[in-house]
Nanobody
Framework: QVQLVESGGGLVQAGGSLRLSCVASGRAFSTYAMAWFRQAPGKERELVAA????????NYADSVKGRFTISRDNTKNTVYLQMNSLKPEDTAVYSC?????????????????WGQGTQVTVSS
């Protein structure tokens, strides 16, 4: 059984930074792509960033490109999301997810396992 637990969310002023972490239980973490999603109140879930099993291939939403960095440490079964230059529109619940395969697909349906999420609030 796969369990994903996020941490690192909080309240930050615009222009600030946060680093989210997601620890995965279960075997074979290092063989799967991982991703971060976010969902703001009244909005659909948005794929923010994804990376391959090795971390060598990454994808980002245009809205966060250049500000967010996704990475992973397979020795710790952990994936990270470094968020810099935060904006009020980044406010959302951020969740990590594990993919079906090792390739970072840009499709919500390709991520069957999800964490509970962590709240990120950016004040203006």
């Amino acid at each position: 059984q796969v369990q994903l637990v996020e941490s690192g969310g909080g309240l930050v002023q615009a222009g600030g930074s946060l680093r989210l972490s997601c620890v995965a239980s279960g075997r074979a973490f290092s063989t799967y792509a991982m991703a971060w999603f976010r969902q703001a109140p009244g909005k659909e879930r948005e794929l923010v960033a994804a990376l391959s099993w090795s971390g060598g291939s990454t994808n980002y939403a245009d809205s966060v490109k250049g500000r967010f960095t996704i990475s992973r440490d397979n020795t710790k079964n952990t994936v990270y999301l470094q968020m810099n230059s935060l904006k009020p529109e980044d406010t959302a619940v951020y969740s990590c997810a594990r993919g079906f395969t090792s390739v970072p697909k840009w499709d919500v349906s390709q991520y069957p396992y999800w964490g509970q999420g962590t709240q990120v609030t950016v004040s203006s």
